[in-house]
């Protein structure tokens, strides 16, 4: 099954799914080549990814800074190398900051995509991994999430992922070669089990996750739960928690089906583990790993949070014949892992 002549190009490599998914592409027998502008990650990051690969398998990667905006990088290393099909991670996801500044969001998220695809289209590289995310599905009415539910977006950051689905399923018709599978990715959560690698937001972290494991090392004093009257089993909101590896194994799977797959078109497939964690349940099952306590704060609702979101696995499993692994348990212990190897992330404390 290794594939070893075969090159994939990962925009966003150096983030937190991005590095992830880089250390299972090279132990799958790939050879990978990153670019990052880093505006959102460390270099520390692709260093880490070595050092989990090990000597022979760094070999395979390669690394530039630049920015999937500016064509001229990405003509650099089109012209270079012969690219069998690109993963893009590579734009910003924070909602809050899309509301507060819509324009950066279409910058980064819809220019990068758009340029991406006409540097691949003009190098003849038509095959395309595409980052999307649950956000896609708005407030869906029904749960599981199915992929072909109707699609809606609610912040200026769901509407660049659904646009960058629409202009994907765009392309796609109107040049049939072209093979494009959309990730709808559930909530990623954990890290490597080596504790070298995990995510690492710069600032105050949005999501749950991390922002747990920022009070459990002590760099928050206690976590905001947003909404403690939802109609769910203890009131808070419901999410598919994923495994961060998993996640990234299940990038693996529908890269081998989209090399293998003539016809596949413009798919999408969710990735979460279909069961459903509430956010007590998440902060229970991180202080039984870490034996710390979290403080908690009752906060009102967090305007535009759905009550519960969880996937429909079925489209991943028959198709892609991926299926997650790990369960809650895991993730916190692996979270914790990478916390407490590394409480302030890939740097070291600034004073
Ligand atoms: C969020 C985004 C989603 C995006 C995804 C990216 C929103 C509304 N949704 O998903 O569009 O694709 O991140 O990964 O922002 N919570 C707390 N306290 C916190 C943080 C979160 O109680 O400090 C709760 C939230 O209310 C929610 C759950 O934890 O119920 C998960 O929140 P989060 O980790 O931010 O993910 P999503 O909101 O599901």
Known sequence: MASSDQTILVTGGAGFIGTHTVVQLLKSGFKVSIIDNLDNSVIEAVDRVREVVGPELSERLEFTKGDVRNKDDLENLFSKTKFDAVIHFAGLKAVGESVANPRRYFDVNLIGTINLYEVMAKYNCKKMVFSSSTTVYGQPEKMPCVEDFELRAISPYGRTKLFLEEIARDIQKAEPEWRI????????????????????????PNQLMPYIQQVAVGRLPELNVYGLDYPTKDGSAVRDYIHIMDLADGHIAALRKLLATENIGCTAYNLGTGQGTSVLEMVAAFEKVSGKKIPLKLCPRRPGDATAVYASTEKAEKELGWKAKYGVEEMCRDQW???????????KKKD
Do not use: C, M, T
């Not at 959309?182 to 089990?193: M, S, T, W």
């Open 181 to 204: 599978i959309l990730l709808r990715y559930f909530n990623p959560v954990g890290a490597h089990e080596s504790g070298k690698l995990g995510e690492d937001p710069k600032g105050i």
């Open 337 to 347: 892992n990478w916390a407490r190897n590394n409480p302030w992330g890939y740097q």
